[in-house]
Nanobody, 119 residues
Framework: QVQVVESGGGLVQPGGSLRLSCEVS????????MNWYRQALGKQRELVAR???????DYADFVKGRFTIKRDNGANTGYLEMSNLKPEDTAIYYC?????????????WGRGTQVAVSS
């Protein structure tokens, strides 16, 4: 069984910072990629950032230079460090992981953590 749990969300003023965490509890699950998505009210879910086993990272244009994705492979934990937050960053942020369990390729979603940017 794989569990993906996000934490670290909250209310922050514009220009502020937050650090989201994603903890993956799994037996025999080898993570290849860890992704952060977000979904604002009334909008579709969108990819924010991605990191692979090789530490290759990719960011959506709207967060480049402000957000940093990191991963602690040994602890199966990932982070999304967000700075210079804007009101338009308000959304539920979801952690999504993809990898293998045995011969099967599978992926899991967390339930999300709310980020609100407001003065």
């Amino acid at each position: 069984q794989v569990q993906v749990v996000e934490s670290g969300g909250g209310l922050v003023q514009p220009g502020g910072s937050l650090r989201l965490s994603c903890e993956v509890s799994a037996r025999r699950f080898s993570i290849y990629a860890m992704n952060w998505y977000r979904q604002a009210l009334g909008k579709q879910r969108e990819l924010v950032a991605r990191i692979t086993n090789g530490a290759n990272t990719d960011y959506a244009d709207f967060v480049k230079g402000r957000f940093t994705i990191k991963r602690d492979n040994g602890a199966n934990t990932g982070y999304l460090e967000m700075s210079n937050l804007k009101p338009e960053d308000t959304a539920i942020y979801y952690c999504h992981v993809g990898g293998t369990m045995g011969d099967a390729m599978i992926d899991y979603w967390g339930r999300g953590t709310q980020v609100a940017v407001s003065s």
